[in-house]
């Protein structure tokens, strides 16, 4: 069963520190990871995509990672502002069907003056 | 702005009552889906429908219904509520169906008595 492992459940740091989500996933074959950013109350938005040959793809201040062999991915956040509040998604596409899209639970961050 | 609308925003609904809940897109995307986010659980398709006329079944399809009679529409209806349908409901698209990146609406929370 594919399976997307987000870690930690929930972040609290201060205004300005950088801080690294984690994301690892048992999804095969693999075709793309996604980061989404989800505020509160409100649907999620894309941040990221990764396919299998990226290993490192930069938005503004934030930074994913992807190691296709240990089935790894990171959100590096840096210089962390207070809009940075919201839960991070990592989501995984499979190649095997249409709908075989797997979601994370989520990483809850929040960042305090 | 371009993007999905879903209504309503929140309900609150008798079991056993009819429920449809809403989903309008102007992106002339191909692809539709309906998601359901619970506490502590990942983002759960509902339904899907990869292209006008067509539809699908999800990971959670029991207890709803969709039809996707043009582009851009794709309702989602609860024929005899209960319980354990509460929930915060997400509608979303993607231009190139499977893989590709989701735009989601602000959601729908249903509260079922």
Redesign the interface.
């Known amino acids: 069963k594919n399976q ?1 492992e987000q870690s930690p459940q929930s972040l609290i740091i201060l205004e300005g520190k950088n801080c690294t989500l984690q994301c690892n996933y048992t999804v095969s074959p693999f ?2 990871l ?1 980061w ?1 950013k989800q505020d509160t ?6 941040l990221t ?1 990764m396919t299998f040959s990226e290993n490192t793809k930069s938005n503004g201040r934030y930074t994913a990672t992807l190691d296709a062999d240990t089935k790894q991915s990171s959100l590096h956040i840096t210089a962390s502002q207070l809009s940075d509040s919201a839960s991070y ?1 990592c ?1 995984v ?1 499979d ?1 095997g ?10 990483t809850k961050l929040q960042v305090i003056p | 702005i371009a993007g ?1 609308t879903q209504a309503p925003t929140s309900q609150i609904l008798a079991a056993g009552r009819r429920m449809t809940l809403r989903c309008t897109q102007d992106m002339r995307h191909n692809a539709m889906y309906w998601y359901r986010q619970d506490l ?6 509902i339904h ?1 429908s ?1 292209t006008a006329g067509t539809t ?1 079944k ?2 959670v399809p029991d207890g709803y219904s969709v039809s996707r009679a043009n582009t851009d529409d794709f309702p989602l209806t609860l024929a005899s509520a209960v319980p354990s349908q509460t929930s915060v409901y ?1 509608c ?1 698209s993607s231009a190139t ?3 590709g ?2 735009f ?4 729908s929370r249903l509260t079922v008595l």
Do not use: C, H, M
């Not at chain 1, 109350?41 to 894309?46: D, I, L, T, Y």
């Not at chain 1, 069907?97 to 989520?106: C, L, S």
């Open positions: 997307v075709s793309n996604r989404y109350g409100r649907g999620p938005v894309s995509i998604i989501v596409s190649a069907g249409y709908q075989k899209v797997t979601f994370g639970i989520g | 999905i502590g659980l990942g983002l759960r398709l899907y990869n699908g999800g990971e997400f979303a169906g499977y893989g990146e989701l989601f609406g602000e959601g």
